[in-house]
């Protein structure tokens, strides 16, 4: 099957998700700047042990191939371990983002014993200053005694996960020295003004030429290092880059927050892309099946505004996420679009009024002392 055949195909999307993001808990150790779900306090209202087991079960049936477990930080509940366990255990594969600090000895060798789990520690600086500036003091070092901790239960390859922002661009290749010291895998994801991201995407996006820095990194060192479909709006300076490179919301992929909500994309916790609950009559499946927003995502989208533009193809027009909540109309150039005239696009951002920016919902963040 041809590419542009396989495109086509997914954007009319499946009969059930190849993966998703299910954030278990709004709980979290840290107050990261640019955190998607604006996490910090424990949600009242989150999912018991037998209701998450419960969508568990619906995922298997389903024949979903993987869950991506995030949070806030995912090992805040107390039943981590338990539905991790019982995720394998029904045939779901499981990789789960962390920030490394429940991992102690003990937890690493529980971890080594389990099949088809995934690790993915985050880390946004190649040193502490770098990388405590975004995600808090002491953060870096907390990655490192995870990853510690890991080798010593013989856990075995994971990865480093990166947030791209203008500070840790130059960094680039010691991420890719230091994954590969520690026998890990880089995985490079795009900065989105989502969460709190809204608020630092300004001071944090990456520059025009750090785009371009980007893509021709990711040219050189693509074939070794995950992307996602974070960078696919860099396809439109020319050859395309290794991922998906196209937006899967609603048609591939979705999310499931702690309260059991289901929307579009990671990206887009907001209500005008809340899909339902898994707790409504017909569970996930009715969701994923029948909502009228997903329907919607999977018809034909207009290019809109980007229909005179002859990379449209190569960059579909751009994330949806980062378009919607920096006020950018849907069918419109990327806020960080690298083509033609709107290669400044991300400048003329900021004379956005912020009433017609919407807000990230909810926000589970501490209260500033």
Known sequence: ???????????????????????????????????LSSSGRRDPRELSTAAAKRVVDELSALRVFYVNIGGG???????FFELVEYA???????KFSTNGAFIDAAAARRLAALDYLDIQLSLDGADPATNDAVRGEGSYDTVMRAIDNLAAADFGPFKLSVVATRHNVAQLDRFKALADALGAQLRLTRLRPSGRGADAWHHLHPTGAQQRQIYEWLLANGD????????????????????????????????????????????????????????????????WRESELFSDLRQPQSPGACASCGAFDACQGGCMAAKFFTGLPLDGPDPECVSGESYDLAAQVATVPLTLKPRPTPDHSYAVR
Request: proline share 5%.
């Open 1 to 35: 099957m041809s590419g542009e055949t396989l495109t086509t195909q997914l954007k009319g999307g499946l009969a059930a998700p190849i993966c998703l993001t299910w954030e278990l808990t709004y709980a979290c150790n840290l107050q990261c700047v640019h955190c």
């Open 73 to 79: 930080e995912p090992m805040y509940r107390r039943d």
């Open 88 to 94: 394998i255990g029904s045939g779901i594969g499981v």
């Open 224 to 287: 070794n290092v995950l992307t996602g479909d974070s960078f696919f709006h860099l396809n439109a300076l020319g050859e395309p880059l290794p991922g998906l490179n196209m937006c899967g919301a609603g048609r591939v992929v979705c999310l499931i927050d702690p309260i059991g909500d289901v929307y579009a994309c990671p990206f887009v916790i907001h209500g005008d892309f809340r899909a339902g609950n898994v707790r409504d009559d017909g569970g996930f499946t009715r969701v």
